[in-house]
T-cell receptor, first 112, second 110 residues
Framework: EAAVTQSPRNKVAVTGGKVTLSCNQT?????MYWYRQDTGHGLRLIHY???????EKGDIPDGYKASRPSQENFSLILELATPSQTSVYFC???????????FGKGTRLTVV | QQKVQQSPESLIVPEGGMASLNCTSS?????YFWWYRQHSGKSPKMLM?????GEKEEGRFTVHLNKASLHTSLHIRDSQPSDSALYLC??????????FGDGTQLVVKP
């Protein structure tokens, strides 16, 4: 099965601080995604990428930046973290046909 | 605006019963649907995918798709307590952008 690794798995950040969430996939997938999931709800798309060097805005990009420096790595950056960004963040990857998308185990972020 | 609507929000079925979940997209550019299952505290795992009109069956799970109405449904027969989870419908737009509904919380009571 495709492997998507997120780090850290848990993070506590202070309001106004900078947070970087990392994602690595070893399956040579072109497409990568960042979602957030709030308790009891579905996944909302923040940013996605078609390949190294590309980033695209999803449905809720405000307050987030993304970086795709290589095929394997896709980062989500919160320049000025706010308590409203407390959530579980999932990274995912998929092939160009996207017949299946694989998820990492998630990062639980708490902003205090 | 929510591009994928799921119903019901929650569902309780007895063990051995049939669970039926629904999903509709309001985006006419959607060409592929998935159903994911997410147990509490875990990441979503794909159950089934469908892109052609009609029905697809895998074991106790059956998925239907009506492309004209962009409606898909998931049916779980002989439901087990281990099926209790959040079921997420996902849709693909323009070959890359994938978005999810808010899910149906299924509880199977022994």
């Amino acid at each position: 099965e495709a492997a998507v690794t997120q780090s850290p798995r848990n993070k506590v950040a202070v309001t106004g601080g900078k947070v970087t969430l990392s994602c690595n996939q070893t399956n040579n997938h072109n497409n990568m995604y960042w979602y957030r999931q709030d308790t009891g709800h579905g996944l909302r798309l923040i940013h996605y990428s078609y390949g190294a060097g590309s980033t695209e805005k999803g449905d809720i990009p405000d307050g987030y930046k993304a970086s795709r420096p290589s095929q394997e790595n896709f980062s989500l950056i919160l320049e000025l973290a706010t308590p409203s960004q407390t959530s579980v963040y999932f990274c995912a990857s998929g092939t160009d046909s996207n017949t299946e998308v694989f998820f990492g185990k998630g990062t639980r972020l708490t902003v205090v | 605006q929510q591009k994928v609507q799921q119903s019901p929000e929650s569902l309780i079925v007895p063990e051995g019963g049939m669970a039926s979940l629904n999903c509709t997209s309001s985006d006419r550019n959607v060409d592929y649907f998935w159903w994911y299952r997410q147990h509490s505290g875990k990441s979503p795992k794909m159950l089934m995918s469908i892109f052609s009109n009609g029905e697809k069956e895998e074991g106790r799970f059956t998925v239907h798709l009506n492309k004209a109405s962009l409606h898909t449904s998931l049916h779980i027969r002989d439901s087990q307590p281990s099926d209790s989870a959040l079921y997420l419908c996902a849709a693909r737009r323009n070959n890359n952008r994938i978005f999810f509904g808010d899910g149906t919380q299924l509880v199977v009571k022994p």
